[in-house]
Antibody, heavy 118, light 112 residues
């Protein structure tokens, strides 16, 4: 069974760039017709899709975040990454990575809390 | 910025049946896109509960069922159990500027 694990700094200063990596184990990120996504959830709130990437590097982003988001993939390390620039307190959330199958998120990482604060 | 609307909360006694609605629009459910459901126990990641409108992944009890109609969908929990107390989210695909994947506002299920 594929497993996903987020990693990265838990604290980011305002105006700086948030960087997270998702490591995929139990399967190759290059195999199958899967997209790989980032989703976030502010405390006590709902889920917001951030963006997705295919193993070819093709990306799609949420229009509300598109100007600040970059998702990349490193197939040699079986990882994909998220960069979110110019962060504010509103970007404080738990960030999840997930696998997309048939437009559903079938496997999720445990989540990484990122707090934006000086 | 949830695009799909769910009731904030539902509750029921053990053994009862509860229904959670998910209302969308012509750019998502109404456009024919499938609906998926997730269960999230506080402090953990969401878990796929129902995919492609009415299919249960392996290991999901058959007391969970779902359906989809024109611009909405419903999740039914028959025979409510204590371990079903969690947050539930619907999700679909969207062709507007809301983003490709949109989620419901979430429903807290409380077992009385």
């Amino acid at each position: 069974q594929v497993q996903l694990q987020e990693s990265g700094p838990g604290l980011v200063k305002p105006s700086q760039t948030l960087s997270l990596t998702c490591t995929v184990s139990g399967g190759s990120i290059s195999s199958g017709s899967y997209f790989w996504s980032w989703i976030r959830q502010p405390a006590g709130k709902g889920l917001e899709w951030i963006g997705r990437i295919y193993n070819s590097g093709s990306t799609s982003y949420n229009p509300s975040l598109k100007s600040r988001v970059t998702i990349s993939v490193d197939t040699s390390k079986n990882q994909f990454s998220l960069r979110l620039s110019s962060v504010t307190a509103a970007d404080t959330a738990v960030y999840f990575c997930a696998r997309v199958v048939a437009r559903a998120f079938d496997q999720w990482g445990q989540g990484a809390l990122v707090t934006v604060s000086s | 910025q949830s695009v799909l609307t769910q009731p904030p909360s539902v509750s029921g006694a053990p053994g009862q049946r509860v229904t959670i609605s998910c209302t969308g629009s012509s750019s998502n459910i109404g456009a024919g896109y499938d609906v998926h459901w997730y269960q999230q126990v506080p402090g953990t990641a969401p878990k796929l509960l129902i995919y492609l409108n009415n299919n249960r992944p392996s290991g999901v009890p058959d007391r969970f069922s779902a359906s989809k109609s024109a611009t909405s969908a419903s999740l039914v929990i028959s025979g409510l159990q204590a371990e079903d107390e969690a947050d539930y989210f619907c999700q679909s695909y969207d062709i507007s500027l809301s983003g490709l994947y949109v989620f419901g506002t979430g429903t807290k299920v409380t077992v009385l």
